[in-house]
């Protein structure tokens, strides 16, 4: 059974920095994009980094600059590095793969992770 596993949350405080980290069981998502997604209490869903099976890369507006999304096929994972976090940026983040077709607007995710918290405190 094919699983993605997210690791790395935790509590920081604003200024922190936190590394993510979406681990898939059962099958390689090398051609597969993944995105990061999180929500917080009372919102949407929203996404917050993709990358491609080629490597390209797409974020929200809102961490551009300080969030930076990588891949290491070999090891089947796929990192949201978090910088200079902002109480804002409490929620819980959710990574999930979709097949890559050339553009990040309409990929089908269709696996899902469990989410990871992550608190950052002011």
């Known amino acids: 059974q094919v699983q993605l596993v997210e690791s790395g949350g935790g509590l920081v405080q604003a200024g922190g920095s936190l590394r993510l980290s979406c681990g898939v069981s059962?099958?390689?998502?090398?051609?597969?994009?993944v995105g990061w997604y999180r929500q917080a209490p009372g919102n949407q869903r929203e996404l917050v980094a993709a990358i491609s099976s080629d490597s390209r890369t797409t974020y929200a507006d809102s961490v551009k600059g300080r969030f930076t999304i990588s891949r290491d096929n070999a090891k089947n994972t796929v990192y949201l590095q978090m910088t200079s976090l902002k109480p804002e940026d409490t929620a819980v983040y959710y990574c999930?793969?979709?097949?890559?077709?050339?553009?990040?607007?309409?990929?089908?995710?269709?696996?899902w992770g469990q989410g990871t918290q992550v608190t950052v405190s002011s």
């Open positions: 999930t793969r979709g097949s890559w077709y050339g553009t990040f607007r309409r990929i089908p995710y269709d696996l």
């Open positions: 059962g099958d390689p998502f090398r051609l597969n994009a």
